[in-house]
């Protein structure tokens, strides 16, 4: 069974940066593909980042590109989400998912495994 554990939210002023993490459990976290979503309040959850489980392949949500960097580090079972120049509509919880299975697409279902979720209050 995997297990993921974000770290790293917290109250960031406009303009400001935080640096999420994602530490997995068990051993399939290097061959799986990773992402994170985020839920505002009142809002659906969307996708926000993804990453293939070699790192080559990235995909962004249009709100998100070039402020938005995801990344991984497969020998510390570890994903990163860095985010900058962020915006009060950032805030939300963020939830990093790891496939749970090997699969060709950047795509994640509620079957996959999903952390339990970090809170990011983007506000002066």
């Known amino acids: 069974q995997v297990q993921l554990v974000e770290s790293g939210g917290g109250l960031v002023q406009p303009g400001g940066s935080l640096k999420l993490s994602c530490a997995a459990s068990?051993?399939?976290?290097?061959?799986?593909?990773m992402g994170w979503y985020r839920q505002a309040p009142g809002k659906e959850r969307e996708f926000v980042a993804a990453i293939s489980w070699s790192g080559g392949s990235t995909s962004y949500a249009d709100s998100v590109k070039g402020r938005f960097t995801i990344s991984r580090d497969n020998a510390k079972s570890t994903g990163y989400l860095q985010m900058n120049s962020l915006k009060p509509e950032d805030t939300a919880v963020y939830y990093c998912?790891?496939?749970?299975?090997?699969?060709?697409?950047?795509?994640?279902?509620?079957?996959?495994?999903w952390g339990q979720g970090t809170q990011v209050t983007v506000s002066s």
């Open positions: 998912v790891l496939a749970n299975r090997a699969r060709m697409t950047l795509k994640f279902f509620t079957t996959d495994y």
């Open positions: 068990g051993r399939t976290f290097s061959s799986h593909n």
